[in-house]
C-alpha cells in the first residue's frame, strides 16, 4: 500500500513558477515509478510526467516539455514536479500517482495508487 499527499499547489502569474510536492507513505516508494497528470474543468486527466523508480528515467507530455521537471528523493519519499513559465493553460488540479512498471507509463490505467490532488490555477 502507498498513500500519496500533494501539496505545493496555488495561485500564480503567467510566467510564474511553481513546485509541486508529493509525499508517500509506505516503506516500498523505492519500488514504484512515479507519475504526475492534471485535470482541467470539463476535461479528462491526462499525462504530465513520469520517473523511474530509480529516478534515471523521465517522459513528460509536450505540452510541458522544456517547462516542467519530475524529479524525487527515494529517502524522503517524495517526489516532486517543478513548474516554470506556467501558462493559463496549466491550470488543473494536479495528481500524483504511484505505478509498478519501474520506468514509468504515460497511461492513467497503468498506475494504481493516487492522490487527493492539489489545485494549480495560473491567471493571464
Known amino acids: 500500500q502507498v498513500q500519496l499527499v500533494e501539496s505545493g499547489g496555488g495561485l500564480v502569474q503567467a510566467g510564474g513558477s511553481l513546485r509541486l510536492s508529493c509525499a508517500a507513505s509506505?516503506?516500498?516508494?523505492?519500488?514504484?515509478?512515479m507519475g504526475w497528470f492534471r485535470q482541467a474543468p470539463g476535461k479528462e486527466r491526462g499525462f504530465v510526467a513520469t520517473i523511474s523508480w530509480s529516478g534515471g528515467t523521465t517522459s513528460y507530455a509536450d505540452s510541458v516539455k522544456g517547462r516542467f521537471t519530475i524529479s524525487r528523493d527515494n529517502a524522503k519519499n517524495t517526489v516532486y514536479l517543478q513548474m516554470n513559465s506556467l501558462k493559463p493553460e496549466d491550470t488543473a488540479v494536479y495528481y500524483c500517482?504511484?505505478?509498478?512498471?519501474?520506468?514509468?507509463?504515460?497511461?492513467?490505467?497503468?498506475?494504481?495508487?493516487w492522490g487527493q490532488g492539489t489545485q494549480v490555477t495560473v491567471s493571464s
Open positions: 509506505g516503506r516500498t516508494f523505492s519500488s514504484y515509478a
Open positions: 500517482a504511484a505505478t509498478p512498471y519501474i520506468t514509468g507509463s504515460s497511461r492513467l490505467y497503468d498506475y494504481d495508487y
